[in-house]
């Protein structure tokens, strides 16, 4: 094969790729059941690993501050998403991936929307969505308010908390386009 031959294949791929993502992007998938949690805003359902849209909840290896004791926040946060959810059908909608190819969706246990509960909480902030119901939580003073912590965000960069695909980039376009062609 030329390099001719290997650019072109890998400008299909990436070409393909990016329709794929499209058309993702035009296609709500809304799933339902019990979910496992994985840390304050990351469940599987189904077999899809999701989001949870507009939040960001502190990670689990996170510690914050409170009363000038430190404490396992991120632990605390998985716990307030397990209690939600146990024992529940939660369903999650949504169509946008992020860049871990993890479904962004809205998750709901009955009329209750999860990501907004959690920020209500204090157990994750407001990430796009939910401004007003972080703004009574800090007032309030619960969860993370109730002391000192790093925002999740500046916390997974200065401990380099970012999660990798270890399987490559050709394998996740590859998947993006079976789960594509698997509706």
Request: aromatic content about 6%; charged content about 30%.
């Amino acid at each position: 094969m030329s390099l001719v031959d290997l650019a072109l294949t890998l400008l299909l791929l990436v070409g393909i790729a990016l329709l794929v993502d499209r058309f993702q992007r035009l296609s709500t998938r809304t799933l339902d059941g019990t979910v496992t949690v994985h840390d304050g805003d990351t469940i599987t359902l189904a077999g899809e690993r999701i989001r949870i849209r507009g939040i960001d909840a502190p990670e689990l290896r996170q510690s914050c501050t409170r009363d000038g004791h430190p404490y396992d926040c991120g632990r605390k946060a998985l716990r307030a998403l397990v209690q939600m959810v146990k024992g529940h059908t939660v369903v999650c909608e949504g169509h946008e991936r992020d860049r871990y190819d993890r479904l962004l969706a809205q998750c709901m246990v009955g009329d209750q929307d999860i990501g907004l509960a959690m920020v209500e909480a204090g157990w994750a902030m407001a990430y796009g969505d939910y401004d007003a119901a972080e703004a009574q939580a800090r007032r309030g003073r619960v969860g993370i308010w109730a002391g000192g912590f790093d925002a999740p965000r500046a916390w997974r960069e200065a401990h380099e908390e970012e999660e990798v695909f270890p399987d490559g980039i050709l394998t996740n376009i590859i998947r993006r386009i079976r789960r594509w062609f698997a509706g």
